[in-house]
T-cell receptor, first 115, second 112 residues
Framework: DSGVTQTPKHLITATGQRVTLRCSPR?????VYWYQQSLDQGLQFLIQ???????AKGNILERFSAQQFPDLHSELNLSSLELGDSALYFC??????????????FGEGSRLTVL | GIQVEQSPPDLILQEGANSTLRCNFS?????LQWFHQNPWGQLINLFY???GTKQNGRLSATTVATERYSLLYISSSQTTDSGVYFC??????????????FGQGTILTVHP
């Protein structure tokens, strides 16, 4: 158990819909990261938050947004869903001490299927 | 951004065999991690090893940061070692800072 909790584990929805994925980081970790794993693109970095603020952005679509709340949990919102958004979405967290991100720990992922 | 290349892409072993997986990266890093993705999709941390050598049971890893590569050794492989092994790195600065860039993985299959 990595200590990172993601919900839901599985989600099936239709094209055009909107979903929210939730992540609770390990206790004490200030940084949260979101990754997407698809068959054709591999594991892709989407976005990073540090203590409530956006820190780094990857190949995240404009239809996707995220935020980190004061209690440090994070949500990834996916809207106007397309078939190609079907993927495994991972959240990770790290302690981020002294300017170094440190070791990242990953949750079990949320498997999204868009029909 | 930083590039990560893993080899071999696929590896098939008999139980009990040893193997070496390689990860090459294109720039200086301040984070390098090895993960095992099991058949259920979970990413299991194996090593956090931006430099040096570490061992954990039958697994060990070495990163030579100056030459920009890392090696993962698996000894006396077991069927439960099957899965995908990923190397991931974070660059030492600039736009690479913070985010892990993953290689494409090595698919390991261990037969009984």
């Amino acid at each position: 158990d990595s200590g990172v909790t993601q919900t839901p584990k599985h989600l099936i929805t239709a094209t055009g819909q909107r979903v929210t994925l939730r992540c609770s980081p390990r206790s004490g970790d200030l940084s949260v990261y979101w990754y997407q794993q698809s068959l054709d693109q591999g594991l892709q970095f989407l976005i990073q938050y540090y203590n409530g603020e956006e820190r780094a952005k990857g190949n995240i679509l404009e239809r996707f947004s995220a935020q980190q709340f004061p209690d440090l949990h994070s949500e990834l919102n996916l809207s106007s869903l397309e078939l190609g958004d079907s993927a495994l979405y991972f959240c990770a967290s790290s302690a981020h001490i002294g300017g170094n991100t440190g070791e990242l720990f990953f949750g079990e992922g949320s498997r999204l299927t868009v029909l | 951004g930083i590039q990560v290349e893993q080899s071999p892409p696929d590896l098939i072993l008999q139980e009990g065999a040893n193997s070496t997986l390689r990860c090459n990266f294109s720039d200086s890093v301040n984070n390098l991690q090895w993960f095992h993705q099991n058949p259920w999709g979970q990413l299991i941390n194996l090593f956090y090893i931006p430099s040096g050598t570490k061992q954990n049971g039958r697994l060990s890893a070495t990163t030579v940061a100056t030459e920009r590569y890392s090696l993962l050794y698996i000894s006396s492989s077991q069927t439960t070692d099957s899965g995908v092994y990923f190397c991931a790195v974070a660059g030492a600065g600039g736009t690479s800072y913070g985010k892990l860039t993953f290689g494409q993985g090595t698919i390991l299959t261990v037969h009984p």
